[in-house]
């Protein structure tokens, strides 16, 4: 064709004049997409995949040395990325309808507890041998041998389907961990950045993979740094699947890739052990000997707690006891000293100067003037039980009894409250005077609370998903209640809170609290009709110079007042979502029935919302909506929009009563219904929240119209074609609300 | 040839197919970055003739971008020996094309957009001009805007396939998967509207025929 043919000319023109080339840069967002459609094409190829592996594997089998090398080259240990930087995930402050808000669940579905955590303890603190684990798994475990100097097994703890075994090695905080489970093929290969080296090496008999580096959490983002200490080798053996993992906090860590393939090389069935002390302790009988008389041990111990050993100083035992879960935190002390000598409680300020210590005086039977002194908040650990300085305490009871005195140090009242720690006082003392008392710092329902407190007690019907009610404590002395609620395995967001309710003198305003140290920020808000307020205790490691890299944000308060009630929620959650989660959970407060439920019936979204919510349930293809979302500080409401068979999230349509204020001039309009003469505009966006979803649109459009009284925003991250966006405002604007 | 004895816009051209053509073995080996490299140097062009067909620039750039997720997914079909351009161009304009024909029942209102007035067209044929001077004029290159945008998405679709993108009638035909017959018509209707709104169908001096 004639380069200089006029109309090629003429289109050329207005081209560049309608469309500037200055202007045209789809690198970045064509970029986004065809990774995002690699992934999905990536998990296709995966099915696939793992229906060839069974067909292989049921044909040549496992057992066999041909079928293994088979085995591990179909599987893959570890797959890139793509990319060496990630966004941190949008964290999802979701609220969801509860059915059952008010009663205790439990506690083997809070998040990260091994199954095995009664028998063998927490990941934290590991207590089983591989021998002990060994009855308890169906799966044959197996444990490194032939260790080099200076690595000793820390202990083992898991679950039926999945081990860990931790080794202490001669670097100080240096984390070694073998991990063991049966070889499924579904395990998903663990995603590495596109920096990272993967290495086929051999492990025995077993082909397994090799990568160095991490994933490390920055401000906004998380990055891959191959030059990270920690070293993951991964490979399958004999149907089970393992993982070595070495991570390494300072530059030198003891051992190198050739050392991790030649431990994994020479796994061993587990050895027999002889019950072992921690080091330094003694049995009963060599303190017994050590100091000359007898000891006073206690008739009964709280479930699930057993005997660690003792101590001797200066002629004073301390007995100890490990909690159910091998956490040090939950662990048990108790001093014996001879003689009725006047006791102080020092205050433990090493973890913080602002550390305190309340005492009250608790009702004890067969002890001097039948009471003893209970105190919370940081004791003082004496020294007898405190040889290592490492020992830690948030409660205490002190008591005289038979010539002795005894301090018992407890973990915190969640674990192990005032009554139970009495009790194990009082098998101490040998008389009892606590046998059948509720405890008031253990309730397991809300309706059992309401029995201490003369007002009604209210009931959150929206929790965050995959959050529970824990349990519940009563002071009928202060006629208060404190809900305690705790995120499950599969929550969206990871915290805890409590909802504080007691009954305040009329006159007294939300703003006359005691201000605690630090100052925190303080906000007005308003929870439904009420007045409140919001506040952020933050912290710096700066000191009063705060920035944003020394700032810690970890706690909010939520106060307010109504109906003579003073209800405050103190949380310990992400800072992003804090104020979001902590305004829906109290709008949904409603009274607690005696059955300890509570009516959902009369609280759902949409009443929350104060409008009927648009239906999506039938999009048209390929989009699908997901769950509804208040957010209840900007009233407005959230659908997240994704392709079908896909996790990804495509845009986002937004609800609300007040229209975004159009910050920017729109790139287009459109009629969107021929009849009502719905007219939508569609706008550029960049960089922005969209509110009420907890999401964020780099680049991309918003889709905007009004119909019913209601704004209506319609959010893609280019993810959505302009003819699609059209598409689904239209199925939403021609749909009869709240159907 | 050395090539140091070639004259300079040749060895630049050469350069630049070198340079694509390790883009594209790049990407077939699964490296992004070859992507990139075809996005910076054919997303002017793509954008500009996706919006002719479509006359909205959100969708041009959407209708590129899923060009290029095709071409990705096809680049196993591609033939390294001659340019991706054309073949990129021609997805371009059939995903245009079929975006266009999927829109059919959403009316553009879009200020910029909706200027394809009677009005302004008629101005135009009662004032024919040369094509340089259209060239020269920024009203002049409005008033040619309109007249384009007037033209049904079919027949806009082939003069840009023809004479912005350079395709020839058969390479229309297969990337339409319309009759060559259709393909004429629509080219010679939309010409003949062309030259009878912008006046230069005569050929008077200056005027060259469309």
Same mark, same amino acid.
């Given at each position: 064709m004639d380069e200089n043919n006029p109309l090629k000319l003429l289109l050329e023109v207005v081209a560049e004049r309608q469309v500037p080339a200055e202007r045209i840069d789809i690198v970045t967002s064509t970029h986004r997409r065809i990774t995002s459609h690699l992934a999905a094409r990536r998990k296709r190829r995966t099915a696939i995949l793992v229906t060839i592996g069974i067909v292989v594997f049921l044909t040549l089998g496992l057992a066999t040395p041909q079928g293994q090398v088979i085995a591990s080259r179909l599987f893959q240990f570890f797959i890139s990325k793509g990319t060496n930087v990630q966004a941190l995930p949008t964290l999802n402050p979701h609220l969801v309808e509860m059915s059952s808000p008010a009663v205790t669940v439990p506690a083997t579905q809070a998040a990260g507890v091994p199954p095995f955590v009664h028998q063998c303890g927490s990941y934290a603190g590991p207590v089983c041998s591989p021998e002990q684990l060994q009855a308890l798994v169906t799966f044959p475990v197996k444990e490194l041998t032939n260790l080099p100097s200076g690595i000793q097994l820390r202990g083992a703890t898991g679950g039926p389907n999945l081990i860990t075994l931790q080794y202490t090695t001669t670097v100080d905080q240096e984390f070694l961990q073998l991990v063991e489970t049966p070889w499924t093929i579904q395990l998903p290969p663990l995603e590495v950045g596109s920096g990272a080296t993967i290495e086929v090496v051999q492990v025995g008999a077993a082909q397994g993979e090799y990568v160095r580096g991490a994933w490390i959490n920055h401000s906004n983002v998380i990055v891959w740094h191959s030059d990270a200490n920690t070293q993951t080798l991964r490979w399958v053996d004999e149907d089970v699947y393992?993982?070595?993992?070495?991570?390494?906090?300072?530059?030198?860590?003891?051992?190198?890739?050739?050392?991790?393939?030649?431990?994994?090389?020479?796994?061993?069935?587990? =050895?027999?052990?002889?019950?072992?002390?921690?080091?330094?302790?003694? !049995?009963? +009988?060599?303190?017994?000997?050590?100091?000359?008389?007898?000891?006073?041990?206690?008739?009964?111990?709280?479930?699930?707690?057993?005997?660690?050993?003792?101590?001797?100083?200066?002629?004073?035992?301390?007995?100890?006891?490990?909690s159910p879960n091998g956490d040090p935190i939950g662990g048990l002390h108790i001093a014996e000293r001879a003689g009725t000598s006047s006791v102080s409680i020092g205050v433990d300020r090493t973890l913080s100067p602002l550390a305190g210590l309340e005492k009250e005086f608790i009702p004890l039977g067969g002890v001097g003037g039948a009471v003893g002194v209970y105190g919370w908040g940081s004791p003082l650990v004496s020294a007898v039980c405190n040889?290592?300085? +490492?020992?830690?305490?948030?409660?205490?009871?002190?008591?005289?009894?038979?010539?002795?005195?005894?301090? @018992?140090?407890?973990?915190?009242?969640?674990?192990?409250?005032?009554?139970?720690?009495?009790?194990?006082?009082?098998?101490?003392?040998?008389?009892?005077?606590?046998?059948?008392?509720?405890?008031?710092?253990?309730?397991?329902?809300?309706a059992d609370a309401q029995r201490f407190v003369d007002f009604p007690l209210l009931?959150?019907?929206?929790?965050?998903?995959?959050?529970?009610?824990?349990?519940?404590?009563?002071?009928?002395?202060?006629?208060?209640?404190?809900l305690y609620y705790k995120a499950g395995q599969d929550a969206e967001v990871y915290g805890a809170f409590t909802i504080l309710q007691r009954p305040v003198p009329a006159d007294m305003t939300v703003s006359q609290s005691a201000t605690p140290d630090p100052a925190p920020t303080v906000q007005p808000l308003k929870v439904g009709s009420m007045d409140g307020e919001y506040r952020l205790y933050c912290?710096? !490691?700066?000191?009063?110079?705060?920035?944003?890299?020394?700032?810690?944000?970890?706690?909010?308060?939520?106060?307010?007042?109504?109906?003579?009630?003073?209800?405050?929620?103190?949380?310990?959650?992400?800072?992003?979502?804090?104020?979001?989660?902590?305004?829906?959970?109290?709008?949904?407060?409603?009274p607690v029935l005696?059955?300890?439920?509570?009516? @959902?019936? /009369? /609280?759902?979204?949409?009443?929350?919302?104060?409008?009927?919510?648009?239906?999506?349930?039938?999009?048209?293809?390929?989009? +699908?909506?997901?769950?509804?979302? @208040?957010?209840?500080?900007?009233?407005?409401?959230?659908?997240?929009?994704?392709?079908?068979?896909?996790?990804?999230?495509?845009?986002?349509?937004?609800?609300?009563?007040?229209?975004?204020?159009?910050?920017?001039?729109?790139? =287009?309009?459109?009629?969107?219904?021929? /009849?009502?003469?719905?007219?939508?505009?569609?706008?550029?966006?960049?960089?922005?929240?969209?509110?009420?979803?907890?999401?964020? @649109?780099?680049?991309?459009?918003?889709?905007?119209?009004?119909? /019913?009284?209601?704004?209506?925003?319609?959010?893609? =991250?280019?993810?959505?074609?302009?003819?699609?966006?059209?598409?689904?405002?239209?199925?939403?604007?021609?749909?009869?609300?709240?159907? | 040839?050395?090539?140091?004895?070639?004259?300079? &816009?040749?060895?630049?051209?050469?350069?630049?197919?070198?340079?694509?053509?390790?883009?594209?073995?790049?990407?077939?080996?699964?490296?992004?970055?070859?992507?990139?490299?075809?996005?910076?140097?054919?997303?002017?062009?793509? #954008?500009?003739?996706?919006?002719?067909?479509?006359?909205? *620039?959100?969708?041009?750039?959407?209708? #590129?971008?899923?060009?290029?997720? &095709?071409?990705?997914d096809k680049l196993s079909q591609f033939d390294d020996s001659r340019p991706f351009g054309p073949w990129f161009y021609r997805s371009v304009a059939n995903l245009a094309l079929k975006a266009m024909r999927h829109q059919h029942k959403f009316v553009p209102i879009d200020p910029v957009n909706n200027e394809c007035q009677e009005a302004i067209l008629a101005r135009w044929i009662e004032r024919p001009a040369g094509v340089e001077a259209?060239?020269?004029?920024?009203?002049?290159?409005?008033?040619?805007?309109? $007249?384009?945008?007037?033209?049904?998405?079919?027949?806009?679709?082939?003069?840009?396939?023809?004479?912005?993108?350079?395709?020839?009638?058969?390479?229309?035909?297969?990337?339409?998967?319309?009759? $060559?017959?259709?393909?004429?018509?629509?080219? &010679?209707?939309?010409?003949?509207?062309? *030259? *009878?709104?912008?006046? #230069?169908?005569?050929?008077?001096?200056?005027?060259? *025929?469309?």
């Open positions: 393992y993982q070595l993992i070495l991570i390494s906090h300072d530059g030198h860590p003891s051992l190198n890739q050739q050392d991790l393939v030649r431990l994994a090389s020479n796994l061993g069935e587990p =050895a027999a052990q002889p019950d072992q002390l921690p080091g330094g302790r003694l !049995t009963r +009988e060599e303190a017994e000997q050590k100091l000359g008389r007898a000891i006073l041990l206690p008739a009964s111990i709280p479930d699930g707690y057993q005997w660690n050993g003792a101590t001797v100083l200066n002629g004073d035992v301390c007995l100890h006891y490990r040889p290592d300085g +490492e020992t830690r305490s948030q409660t205490v009871l002190v008591f005289q009894t038979k010539g002795t005195t005894f301090e @018992i140090f407890g973990p915190p009242v969640e674990i192990l409250t005032r009554l139970e720690l009495a009790r194990l006082a009082e098998s101490l003392t040998g008389v009892q005077t606590t046998g059948n008392t509720d405890d008031p710092q253990k309730i397991t329902s809300a009931v959150p019907t929206l929790l965050p998903k995959g959050w529970n009610f824990h349990h519940a404590v009563a002071d009928p002395a202060k006629n208060q209640v404190t912290s710096s !490691t700066g000191g009063q110079n705060m920035t944003q890299e020394n700032i810690d944000c970890s706690a909010e308060v939520l106060t307010w007042q109504q109906n003579g009630v003073r209800y405050s929620i103190e949380a310990g959650l992400p800072i992003s979502v804090a104020r979001e989660i902590l305004t829906g959970v109290a709008l949904s407060l409603t005696s059955d300890g439920t509570n009516s @959902i019936a /009369n /609280n759902p979204l949409h009443l929350l919302a104060g409008y009927p919510l648009a239906s999506l349930a039938q999009l048209p293809a390929p989009y +699908e909506a997901g769950e509804e979302r @208040i957010a209840f500080s900007t009233s407005s409401a959230c659908r997240t929009i994704f392709r079908s068979g896909e996790q990804s999230v495509a845009g986002y349509l937004v609800q609300s009563l007040s229209p975004l204020s159009p910050d920017t001039k729109p790139l =287009a309009s459109y009629e969107l219904s021929s /009849n009502d003469q719905v007219k939508a505009l569609l706008f550029p966006v960049h960089q922005q929240e969209v509110r009420g979803c907890g999401g964020r @649109i780099e680049d991309g459009v918003r889709l905007s119209w009004m119909a /019913n009284g209601l704004s209506y925003d319609l959010f893609s =991250a280019s993810s959505i074609p302009t003819n699609d966006l059209l598409r689904l405002a239209q199925e939403v604007s021609t749909k009869p609300l709240g159907d | 040839m050395d090539i140091n004895t070639e004259k300079p &816009h040749i060895i630049a051209d050469k350069r630049e197919g070198m340079e694509e053509r390790i883009a594209i073995a790049r990407l077939k080996k699964g490296d992004l970055s070859g992507l990139d490299e075809l996005v910076k140097r054919y997303q002017v062009k793509a #954008v500009q003739s996706a919006y002719l067909i479509t006359l909205d *620039r959100s969708l041009a750039e959407d209708i #590129v971008q899923e060009s290029f997720i &095709h071409a990705f259209v060239l020269e004029n920024k009203e002049a290159q409005q008033e040619i805007w309109q $007249a384009i945008c007037r033209l049904p998405v079919d027949q806009r679709a082939v003069i840009v396939m023809r004479y912005y993108q350079g395709l020839n009638e058969h390479e229309m035909i297969v990337e339409t998967g319309r009759p $060559a017959s259709t393909i004429k018509w629509w080219l &010679h209707e939309a010409r003949t509207q062309l *030259r *009878r709104w912008l006046g #230069v169908d005569s050929y008077g001096p200056g005027n060259k *025929r469309l």
